[in-house]
C-alpha cells in the first residue's frame, strides 16, 4: 500500500460506506474481490463486521465495527487481534542454510542462539532493500524467516535464483513455504496473560525475539515473541485448519478487551513505533543504513562483509549516507506520503514517507527522508501539504515508547 498508508484509506472507506447506496458499492467491488487471495479467516472477519480492502493482492480487512482511532487505542491499553495470514513464512533446511542466508542480508545469522531471531533486510547488488524480514534460527540447520505479501513473489524468485547457484556450487540448503499455516499476531499488554490460558509452556521464560514449538490450544504451532506495534506479543503461526477455532479461543479468554483489529490500526500502531513500511519507507534504491537500520547489520559482518551490495553499504557506514530516515512532529493537517519537506529558508531537503494523527499522542507523526546535516532532533522543518506549507521539526522515533518483554 502506497500512498499516505491505510489509516486514510480506512476513514475514506467508514464514510464512503454510511454515504454511498451499499448495492453500488457491492456491485463495484465484487469483480475486484472475486479475484483477490483470502485467508481462511476471511469469512470469520466477514461475519464480525470486518470492512475488507484489497491489500497486496488479498482481500484483507481495514478495520472492524469500531473506529482505527478506538482500535489503536485499545491495541495499547488491552489487545488486539491481527489477521497476518496474507504474510508468507518459509523455512529454510540444510547443514549450509545460514551461509546462504548469509549471502542474502544484512544479518549475523551464524551469532544468533537457537531459538531466537532479528529483524534483517534482504539486500540487492546496489545496497538497496529488496524487502525487511524477521529471521530465525531455530537451530543450526533451520531458520525460519517471513516475508512481506506485496514482496512475495520477488522475494522467493530473489532467494530461488541464489538457492539454485549455490546449491548447483554442492550446498546444502532447501526449502519449505509454509502455505499451509495460517498467522495470527496478537499484540498488546495482554498478550502474554490471555495466551497463556492456552498453553502449558510458561509465557513469562520467553523473551522478545524469541521462538518455540508449542502445542496452543492443542494445537501445535510456532511462537515468536514479536510483533509489528512496539507493544509486547506474539506471532503465531498455527496449521491453517485450526485458525479460526485459535482466534475464537483467543477472544473468547480475553473476555471482550482483546479485539479483533484491522490493517488500518496496524498502520497507526506500527508508524507510532517508528517502524518502516516496505513500499512506503523502504524500497529498493534505499539502503539499510539510510533507513536507520545501521544497528540490524551485523558486526562481523560489518568487518567482513559478503552480503549483496556491502560494498556500497560498507562505505556508507564508513563517511555517512546522504540522506536520512528520521521522525516529525507537525502542525495543520497531517503531512502524508510524498509530502515534500523544506528547510526553513524553503528550500526542498527531503519527502514524507508516512505520515498521519497519532490517535496516542493526539499530534501528527510523520517519518521521511532528509539530507544528512538536517537529520538531528530539533531541526526545523516545513512541509508542504496541498501546496502550503505547516510548521514540522525533527524528532527521535519511536513516537510512542516501545514495551517489548525483555529480560529486567
Same mark, same amino acid.
Given at each position: 500500500?502506497?500512498? @499516505?498508508?491505510?489509516?486514510?484509506?480506512?476513514?475514506?472507506?467508514?464514510?464512503?460506506? +454510511?454515504?454511498?447506496?451499499?448495492?453500488?458499492?457491492?456491485?463495484?467491488?465484487?469483480?475486484?474481490?472475486?479475484?483477490?487471495?483470502?485467508?481462511?479467516?476471511?469469512?470469520?472477519?466477514?461475519?464480525?463486521?470486518?470492512?475488507?480492502?484489497?491489500?497486496?493482492?488479498?482481500?484483507?480487512?481495514?478495520?472492524?465495527?469500531?473506529?482505527?482511532?478506538?482500535?489503536?487505542?485499545?491495541?495499547?491499553?488491552?489487545?488486539?487481534?491481527?489477521?497476518?495470514?496474507?504474510?508468507?513464512?518459509? &523455512?529454510?533446511?540444510?547443514?549450509?542454510?545460514?551461509?546462504?542466508?548469509?549471502?542474502?542480508?544484512?544479518?549475523?545469522?551464524?551469532?544468533?542462539?537457537?531459538?531466537?531471531?532479528?529483524?534483517?533486510?534482504?539486500?540487492?547488488?546496489?545496497?538497496?532493500?529488496?524487502?525487511? &524480514?524477521?529471521?530465525?534460527?531455530?537451530?543450526?540447520?533451520?531458520?525460519?524467516?517471513?516475508?512481506?505479501?506485496?514482496?512475495?513473489?520477488?522475494?522467493?524468485?530473489?532467494?530461488?535464483?541464489?538457492?539454485?547457484?549455490?546449491?548447483?556450487?554442492?550446498?546444502?540448503?532447501?526449502?519449505?513455504?509454509?502455505?499451509?499455516?495460517?498467522?495470527? +499476531?496478537?499484540?498488546?499488554?495482554?498478550?502474554?496473560? *490471555?495466551?497463556?490460558?492456552?498453553?502449558?509452556?510458561?509465557?513469562?521464560?520467553?523473551?522478545?525475539?524469541?521462538?518455540?514449538?508449542?502445542?496452543?490450544?492443542?494445537?501445535?504451532?510456532?511462537?515468536?515473541?514479536?510483533?509489528?506495534?512496539?507493544?509486547?506479543?506474539?506471532?503465531?503461526?498455527?496449521?491453517?485448519?485450526?485458525?479460526?477455532?485459535?482466534?475464537?479461543?483467543?477472544?473468547?479468554?480475553?473476555? @471482550?478487551?482483546?479485539?479483533?483489529?484491522?490493517?488500518?490500526?496496524?498502520?497507526?500502531?506500527?508508524?507510532? +513505533?517508528?517502524?518502516?513500511?516496505?513500499?512506503?519507507?523502504?524500497?529498493?534504491?534505499?539502503?539499510?543504513?539510510?533507513?536507520?537500520?545501521?544497528?540490524?547489520? @551485523?558486526?562481523?559482518?560489518?568487518?567482513?562483509?559478503?552480503?549483496?551490495? +556491502?560494498?556500497?553499504?560498507?562505505?556508507?557506514?564508513?563517511?555517512?549516507? &546522504?540522506?536520512?530516515? *528520521?521522525?516529525?512532529?507537525?502542525?495543520?493537517?497531517?503531512?502524508?506520503?510524498?509530502?515534500?519537506?523544506?528547510?526553513?529558508?524553503?528550500?526542498?531537503?527531503?519527502?514524507?514517507?508516512?505520515?498521519?494523527?497519532?490517535?496516542?499522542?493526539?499530534?501528527?507523526?510523520?517519518?521521511? $527522508?532528509?539530507?544528512?546535516? &538536517?537529520?538531528?532532533?530539533?531541526?526545523?522543518?516545513?512541509?508542504?501539504?496541498?501546496?502550503?506549507? $505547516?510548521? @514540522? *521539526?525533527?524528532?527521535?522515533?519511536?513516537?510512542?515508547?516501545?514495551?517489548?518483554?525483555?529480560?529486567?
Amino acid at each position: 500500500m502506497r500512498g @499516505g498508508g491505510l489509516w486514510q484509506l480506512g476513514q475514506s472507506l467508514t464514510r464512503h460506506l +454510511a454515504q454511498a447506496d451499499k448495492k453500488t458499492v457491492a456491485r463495484r467491488y465484487l469483480s475486484a474481490e472475486a479475484e483477490l487471495k483470502k485467508t481462511v479467516l476471511h469469512d470469520f472477519h466477514v461475519a464480525n463486521g470486518g470492512k475488507m480492502v484489497p491489500f497486496a493482492g488479498w482481500s484483507m480487512p481495514i478495520q472492524y465495527k469500531d473506529s482505527i482511532m478506538d482500535s489503536t487505542l485499545n491495541c495499547r491499553q488491552n489487545g488486539s487481534l491481527f489477521d497476518v495470514s496474507h504474510m508468507c513464512g518459509l &523455512s529454510l533446511k540444510g547443514k549450509d542454510c545460514i551461509p546462504f542466508l548469509e549471502k542474502l542480508v544484512i544479518a549475523d545469522v551464524a551469532a544468533l542462539a537457537p531459538g531466537t531471531g532479528t529483524l534483517t533486510v534482504f539486500t540487492n547488488e546496489k545496497g538497496g532493500a529488496i524487502d525487511d &524480514s524477521v529471521i530465525t534460527k531455530v537451530k543450526d540447520d533451520h531458520i525460519y524467516l517471513v516475508v512481506n505479501a506485496g514482496c512475495r513473489d520477488k522475494d522467493l524468485a530473489h532467494i530461488e535464483e541464489h538457492m539454485k547457484a549455490f546449491k548447483a556450487k554442492g550446498g546444502d540448503v532447501s526449502w519449505h513455504i509454509h502455505d499451509e499455516r495460517s498467522l495470527l +499476531a496478537l499484540q498488546g499488554p495482554l498478550a502474554g496473560p *490471555v495466551l497463556q490460558h492456552l498453553t502449558k509452556e510458561d509465557l513469562s521464560k520467553v523473551y522478545f525475539g524469541q521462538f518455540h514449538m508449542l502445542d496452543i490450544n492443542g494445537v501445535h504451532c510456532f511462537l515468536t515473541r514479536t510483533g509489528y506495534t512496539g507493544e509486547d506479543g506474539f506471532e503465531i503461526s498455527v496449521p491453517s485448519e485450526h485458525a479460526v477455532d485459535l482466534a475464537k479461543a483467543i477472544l473468547e479468554k480475553s473476555e @471482550g478487551k482483546v479485539r479483533l483489529t484491522g490493517l488500518g490500526a496496524r498502520d497507526s500502531l506500527r508508524l507510532e +513505533a517508528g517502524l518502516c513500511l516496505y513500499g512506503n519507507d523502504m524500497e529498493q534504491h534505499v539502503t539499510p543504513v539510510e533507513a536507520g537500520l545501521t544497528w540490524a547489520i @551485523g558486526k562481523r559482518r560489518r568487518a567482513e562483509g559478503g552480503f549483496l551490495g +556491502a560494498e556500497v553499504i560498507l562505505k556508507q557506514l564508513e563517511e555517512g549516507p &546522504s540522506v536520512r530516515r *528520521v521522525g516529525f512532529f507537525s502542525s495543520g493537517p497531517p503531512p502524508r506520503s510524498h509530502s515534500e519537506i523544506q528547510d526553513d529558508k524553503g528550500k526542498g531537503i527531503g519527502e514524507v514517507t508516512s505520515g498521519g494523527f497519532s490517535p496516542c499522542l493526539k499530534k501528527n507523526i510523520a517519518m521521511g $527522508y532528509v539530507i544528512s546535516g &538536517s537529520h538531528k532532533a530539533g531541526t526545523k522543518v516545513k512541509i508542504v501539504i496541498r501546496g502550503k506549507s $505547516y510548521d @514540522g *521539526v525533527v524528532t527521535k522515533m519511536p513516537f510512542v515508547p516501545t514495551k517489548y518483554y525483555k529480560p529486567s
